[in-house]
Nanobody, 121 residues
Framework: QVQLVESGGGLVQPGGSLRLSCVAS????????MGWYRQAPGKERELVAR???????TYLDSVKDRFTISRDNAKNMVYLQMNSLKPEDTALYYC???????????????WGQGTQVTVSS
């Protein structure tokens, strides 16, 4: 079994900062991709940022220069530093990972339960 657990969400004023964390646990051979998605009420889930083994990162255009994704491979963790937060960043943020559980098995997607980020004055 693999589990992803997020933390760090909360209520913050516009212009403020939050740091989300996600840890993957269980039987894990390798983690190929780790990232963050978000879903606001009435909207589809969208990719916010992701990092691929080897260092390639991808960001949603609207968060570039404000959000930074980073990984700690030794701890199976991924972080999202969010600065200059805006009300439109309000959403449920999900951690995602593409994980290979054993050396010769296929990789698959895993999701956390989500952590709420609310940006409001």
């Amino acid at each position: 079994q693999v589990q992803l657990v997020e933390s760090g969400g909360g209520l913050v004023q516009p212009g403020g900062s939050l740091r989300l964390s996600c840890v993957a646990s269980g039987t894990i051979f390798s983690i190929n991709v780790m990232g963050w998605y978000r879903q606001a009420p009435g909207k589809e889930r969208e990719l916010v940022a992701r990092t691929i083994s080897g260092g390639t990162t991808t960001y949603l255009d609207s968060v570039k220069d404000r959000f930074t994704i980073s990984r700690d491979n030794a701890k199976n963790m991924v972080y999202l530093q969010m600065n200059s937060l805006k009300p439109e960043d309000t959403a449920l943020y999900y951690c995602n990972a593409v994980i290979t559980r054993w050396r010769y098995s296929d990789s698959r997607d895993y999701w956390g339960q989500g952590t709420q980020v609310t940006v409001s004055s």
